[in-house]
Structures are given as C-alpha cells and as structure tokens.
C-alpha cells in the first residue's frame, strides 16, 4: 500500500493585509501546492495553533511551516516566537520569519529564541516577489514535521 503524501499548510502571520496577500499569492504564483491560514497578530496565530478545531482545519498527517511578522498588535512576533519554541507540542513547527526590520539585535534574538530561517521583506516589489518566490522553492524541497505527530506527542 502505498503512503499518502502530507499535505503543506502555511500559516501566515502577518497582520497587513497587503502584505498578506501578497506573500499567499506569489508563493501560489510560485507553484507552492499548499494550504493557506492567516493569522492577523499574535493572539491570534496562537489562538489558531491551541485550538482544538485547528485539527479539523489541519490534518494531522498534514506538515505546518508558520510565516511570522515581528511588528504586529496585540503580541508581537517575538512574543510569539518565544512562546512556540517553549511549548513542547509547537517547538518542532518550522518558523520562518519574514520581516521588514533586518536589525541585528532583533536577527540575533530570533535566532536565539529558536527561529528557524529570517528574511527580511523587500520594500522594492520586484526585489520582493523574488525573494517570496526563492522562499517557495526552499519551502517545497524542506522536509517539516508532521502536524498531528507533534500534537499527539505534546499531549502524552
């Protein structure tokens, strides 16, 4: 019998909605085959992972990789990476952030909290739209972990 693939689900946390739309619909331009959940702020993603009903809108054999902004309201990107990375059921989630400040001390404490990859977003739109495009190809060819496994490992 033959092993289903998991799918890819890419959770957006972003709380522009340019700028959201433009991340969904370049990395879908790119060719990414994955499903697509936003987040508005912090409070938010983290309601959208602690979730029960996030089970039924995320299969469990599905993978989850999590784009996050630094500068959102409510809890901020930090905030939230810090909290992810503590959790032992959210930790192993790839979180890539994808921000529009590139100073050092704040790269430094992404990595230091945990955070997986850091791009800076591009203000220029080309210069953007390349950049979210390379994003999608490192994306496909990653392997992230199974959604359900972590949920089913953090609840024993």
Known sequence: MAELEAGLNIL?????????????????????????FRAKNGVELLDILEERDTLNKIPKTDRLVVLLDIRMPKKD???VLKYMKESCIFRKIPVIMLTTSD????????????????????????RFVDTINKLAAFISVCEAPVFGDLVDAGNT
């Open 12 to 36: 957006i946390a972003e709380d522009d909605d340019a700028a959201a739309h433009l991340i969904r619909t370049n990395l879908k331009r790119s060719g990414l085959n994955a499903a697509f």
């Open 77 to 79: 990107g930090i905030q």
């Open 103 to 126: 100073r050092p001390e704040e790269v430094d404490q992404c990595y230091r909290l945990g955070c997986n990859f850091y791009l800076k977003k591009q203000v220029d739109y080309t």
